[in-house]
């Protein structure tokens, strides 16, 4: 069975209606579609059969939709627990990020809306609150559609001033974090409300004179940003 990072919860859009999916509810769908049993999916996921029933009816009166398809067997047995169309079509949302995210191990997780199709350029204006950046268009996305933006931390730059090149995006921010691992400095920058890290070179560092508190710009090319919709 996958094995769903702790930290990361899934944001399911129904009809208007969302729930965070965080990775034990995760993996007790996933087990009731292998195991074709909500006692078998609790005992796999070391959750008591009754909270696997709340975990449940939380999903389910949240989003307003049946998950989980239950039949009784006769004398001989036979009965069952299966996940509905709903409910596997939550599976794959959130296996389609799964996999977004195992391609890229330390990746920036942005919510926005599609705010912009410049169909000429090919790329979209994706918004969420005061932070707005430019990405790859989606041909099967339209404006007003909720997407995951996905920015590797690796693909974004540090300047100390905004420079004019080909990247699309430049952001003036504020950092709120410095993090030595691995040789690498990991930065945390504040930017319109989202929060992104950045990690570079203690050479770099030291050439930008880092500190915490200290407004820099951060760039990224629209081609370093993947977008996943949320639906």
């Not at 059969?49 to 067997?73: F, H, M, Q, W």
């Not at 918004?127 to 690796?154: H, M, V, W």
């Not at 952001?171 to 030595?180: F, Q, S, V």
């Not at 989202?194 to 407004?215: P, Q, R, W, Y």
């Amino acid at each position: 069975m996958t094995d769903v990072s702790a930290g990361i919860e899934y944001k399911i859009n129904v009809d208007g209606n969302s729930f965070l999916l965080d990775r034990k509810k995760y993996n007790l769908l996933e087990s009731i579609l292998e195991t074709g049993s909500i006692t078998a999916a609790a005992s796999e996921v070391n959750i008591s059969y009754r909270t696997a029933l709340n975990y449940i009816d939380k999903i389910e009166s949240s989003l307003d939709i049946k998950i989980v398809s239950t039949t009784k067997g006769g004398s001989g047995g036979g009965g069952g627990t299966i996940l509905t169309e709903e409910g596997y079509s939550i599976i794959k949302k959130c296996k389609k990020i799964n996999a977004i995210m195992e391609l890229h191990t330390d990746v920036n997780e942005i919510e926005a809306e599609i705010v912009d199709i410049d169909d000429i350029k090919g790329v979209m204006t994706i918004k969420n609150e005061d932070f707005k950046i430019n990405a790859p268009l989606n041909r099967n996305y339209e404006i007003g559609d909720e997407i995951l933006a996905l920015i590797s931390y690796d693909n974004i730059f540090l300047m100390l001033e905004p420079q004019t090149s080909s990247i699309r995006n430049i952001l003036k921010g504020r950092i709120i974090e410095m993090k030595l691992e691995n040789e690498i400095i990991r930065v945390k920058v504040d930017v319109g409300g989202v929060v992104l890290c950045s990690d570079i070179t203690v050479s770099a560092e030291k050439e930008l004179n880092l500190n915490i508190g200290k407004e820099v710009y951060i760039g990224f090319k629209a081609m370093s940003v993947a977008t996943l919709k949320i639906e």
